[in-house]
């Protein structure tokens, strides 16, 4: 077969059977816990090669799907290993018809790091269920890991030509950034800065990276690039999301002050340096609506991500456009999951 055609035989994604390598407790509410598959060697998103044991690839804000077993320890079959693979609307439909209690668990998380050469996958988990005393199976699954453990992983193929997606970090001509997320955004922030810090143009970006976590045990080793400065905020008794919300008004509030001394000095740049309180296009979102949307901040300066409780990151998102008066191709915002509601 002609190697072109063999390349392109290669889906965007695929499903990989790991097994758990190490399990690390990080600090009192992140595990990290380690996969391995020989098959790991291709992960990763498209055309990234493999570099050093010692960097990894750069994982960005990298998503997968984890499948976790059923009580007692069992997989339904949905062919996930079948060659060639099913996408990703067949094996989800097939997942969906299954008789409730043959479904397992699925949820969504982040790639913390990937190391081919090693054949290794690192995930943090937040262990949310010690603070709220609800026990989501994949925070449960995580702190009773063990070496040996199954997880199926459905994630990117680098060697595919098709993106894979999953990568919602997307900063275009902007150089200056803003990330705000809570601890299940801490992951993907921490991989993004490093990502950046590793990336030919580190030099160039500048600003601040905002990461509420339940405590000051829980705040965590990043390498960020040396112009992006991070803000731990250990949240201990105040509400969730109250932290990040005081500092990303302070942000916009020091952002209105560069702003008019920008529009004073440069007032025919005007455009490209953003836009007056109010002007941004602000739409409310319906309660049916996915807390998501990914932004195209092509000729903008700034580029704000933000991640985390859906209804904490509704209100920052709203307070960017609305009151700071972003437009809404700047900011990145994602639901990580929802007060009340079990995830998939
Ligand atoms: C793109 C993406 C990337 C993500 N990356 C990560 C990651 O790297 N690490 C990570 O830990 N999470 C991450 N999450 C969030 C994770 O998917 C959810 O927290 C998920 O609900 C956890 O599943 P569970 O089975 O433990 O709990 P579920 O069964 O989904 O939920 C049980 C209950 O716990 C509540 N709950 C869920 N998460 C939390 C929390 N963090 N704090 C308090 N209550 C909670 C729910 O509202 C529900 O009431 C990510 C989500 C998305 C969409």
């Not at 007692?72 to 060639?84: K, R, S």
């Not at 921490?190 to 810090?197: D, G, H, R, V």
């Amino acid at each position: 077969m002609p190697a072109a055609a063999s390349q392109a035989a290669v889906p965007a994604t695929r499903a990989y059977r790991t097994q758990v390598a190490r399990v690390v407790r990080l600090s009192p509410h992140f595990m990290r816990v380690t996969v391995t598959d020989e098959a790991l060697a291709d992960f990763g998103p498209q055309g990234v090669e493999a570099t050093t044991r010692r960097t990894g690839l750069p994982a960005w804000d990298q998503r997968i799907k984890i499948f976790l077993p059923r009580e007692g320890g069992t997989f339904p079959d949905l062919g996930l290993f079948a060659d060639p693979p099913p996408s990703l609307m067949e094996w989800y439909t097939a997942w969906r018809q299954l008789p409730g209690a043959e479904q397992n668990p699925i949820r969504t998380y982040t790639v913390r790091a990937i190391r081919p050469l090693d054949r290794e996958v690192d995930i943090d988990f937040v262990l949310h269920e010690e603070r709220t005393g609800s026990m989501g199976p994949a925070a449960s699954w995580a702190a009773s890991a063990r070496p040996g453990d199954e997880l199926v992983v459905i994630g990117p193929d680098r060697r595919s030509e098709e993106p894979g997606g999953g990568i919602e970090w997307n900063p275009g001509t902007a150089r200056e950034v803003m990330l705000a997320g809570d601890e299940t955004a801490a992951p993907a922030i921490c991989s993004i800065l490093e990502s950046l810090a590793v990336s030919d143009e580190a030099g160039v970006f500048f600003g601040e990276a905002y990461l509420e976590v339940p405590t000051s045990g829980d705040v965590l080793e990043v390498k960020p690039p040396a112009g992006v400065v991070v803000r731990w905020l250990p949240r201990e008794d105040s509400p969730m999301g109250e932290l990040l919300s005081a500092a990303v008004r302070d942000w916009g509030r020091r952002r209105q002050i560069i702003f008019e001394a920008r529009r004073a000095a440069w007032a025919p740049g005007l455009a490209r340096v953003g836009a007056p309180a109010g002007s941004g296009e602000h739409r409310e979102l319906s309660p049916e609506e996915p807390v998501w949307e990914v932004a195209d901040p092509e000729g903008f300066r700034e580029y704000a991500w933000l991640a985390g409780e859906a209804g904490v990151i509704t209100r920052l998102r709203r307070h960017l456009v609305k009151e700071i008066g972003l437009s809404r191709k700047q900011v990145s915002f994602m639901g990580y999951w929802k007060t009340g509601r079990a995830g998939a």
